[in-house]
T-cell receptor, first 114, second 110 residues
Framework: GAGVSQSPSNKVTEKGKDVELRCDPI?????LYWYRQRLGQGLEFLIY????????KSGLPSDRFSAERTGESVSTLTIQRTQQEDSAVYLC????????????FGPGTRLLVL | DQQVKQNSPSLSVQEGRISILNCDYT??????FLWYKKYPAEGPTFLIS?????DKNEDGRFTVFLNKSAKHLSLHIVPSQPGDSAVYFC?????????FGTGTSLTVIP
């Protein structure tokens, strides 16, 4: 079956521009997660969605970051007024059950802010 | 503050030998632990997990050990194969918290 997909796979943008990253989770997975991995660093938890509950935004690094999810489907991560330190791989994952379920990761979006 | 730590950024092992990857955590509320493997340009893939009610879980060549008193877990790969060369992340969860370590890059030398 189809796994988690993310688009675009690569994005180069200029400092100050807004970017939107998309994640299509595995069908039927109620939980969806966004992570960031900067060069040479580990996975940094950003935000998660569980069913129709309000998302936990505590991991978002600044108010320039926001994310939305429609029901149990597609999610978008938006970064406004991008900065060079936003350059990273942004990974999306989904799971059947929050936390206890194995997370299935997408291939990531490589964002480069010039 | 890093709540899950992998203190060895890299590890090299001869093919056929045992690979031991270590992970330490600070939060005693964590009760479920996972290991993920990541190849370059791909997302992490689930490898093996363990609940805090156990101290060992085995799946083929992969075994995860959990020492709750030391807040330490380890992943053993026996025998190591060149295809095991990847970055390995440990992860921990408890309640609504979920944290990954910084990863250990394993190289298995043929």
């Amino acid at each position: 079956g189809a796994g988690v997909s993310q688009s675009p796979s690569n994005k180069v943008t200029e400092k100050g521009k807004d970017v939107e990253l998309r994640c299509d989770p595995i069908s039927g997975h109620t939980a969806l997660y966004w992570y960031r991995q900067r060069l040479g660093q580990g996975l940094e938890f950003l935000i998660y969605f569980q069913g129709n509950s309000a998302p936990d935004k505590s991991g978002l690094p600044s108010d320039r970051f926001s994310a939305e999810r429609t029901g149990e489907s597609v999610s978008t991560l938006t970064i406004q007024r991008t900065q060079q330190e936003d350059s990273a791989v942004y990974l999306c994952a989904s799971s059947l059950v929050w936390a206890r379920g194995t997370q299935y990761f997408g291939p990531g979006t490589r964002l480069l802010v010039l | 503050d890093q709540q899950v730590k992998q203190n060895s950024p890299s590890l090299s092992v001869q093919e056929g030998r045992i690979s031991i990857l270590n992970c330490d955590y600070t939060n005693s509320m964590f009760d479920y632990f996972l290991w993920y493997k990541k190849y370059p340009a791909e997302g992490p893939t689930f490898l093996i997990s363990i609940s805090s009610i156990k101290d060992k879980n085995e799946d083929g060549r992969f075994t995860v050990f959990l020492n709750k008193s030391a807040k330490h877990l380890s992943l053993h790969i026996v025998p190591s194969q060149p295809g095991d060369s990847a970055v390995y992340f440990c992860a921990a969860s408890g309640g609504n918290q979920f944290y990954f370590g910084t990863g250990t890059s394993l190289t298995v030398i043929p």
